[in-house]
Nanobody
Framework: QLQLVESGGGLVQPGGSLRLSCVVS????????IGWFRQAPGKEREEVSC????????NYRDSVKGRFAISRDNAKNTVYLQMNSLKPEDTAIYYC??????????????????WGKGTLVTVSS
């Protein structure tokens, strides 16, 4: 059974940092491209960052470039999202999602095949 489980969310002050983790089970992680997405209250879900199966390719939405970093440890079946210099507008539920490498590298909500249930990040003083 394919499963993705996010963790690491919480309450942090503006300017602070958090590291999110996405642990996968039921499939071989390096066969999948992984993405982080988020949904703020009252807004649509949006892509944040994606990483290819080998880790050789990454992309970020403009608003998080230079502040967030995505990485993966295939041996640990885990993908990370390091978030620095957090802002109140980063407040959202963060989801990780997987897309088979066979299907090509795509970082978009419709393109992902499997989703986790999310972890809440709140940036507030």
């Amino acid at each position: 059974q394919l499963q993705l489980v996010e963790s690491g969310g919480g309450l942090v002050q503006p300017g602070g940092s958090l590291r999110l983790s996405c642990v996968v089970s039921g499939f071989t992680l390096d066969h999948y491209n992984i993405g982080w997405f988020r949904q703020a209250p009252g807004k649509e879900r949006e892509e944040v960052s994606c990483i290819s199966g080998t880790g050789s390719r990454t992309n970020y939405r403009d608003s998080v470039k230079g502040r967030f970093a995505i990485s993966r440890d295939n041996a640990k079946n885990t993908v990370y999202l390091q978030m620095n210099s957090l802002k109140p507008e980063d407040t959202a539920i963060y989801y990780c999602a997987a897309r088979s490498r066979i299907s090509g590298y795509v970082c978009s909500i419709p393109g992902m095949n499997f989703w986790g249930k999310g972890t809440l990040v709140t940036v507030s003083s």
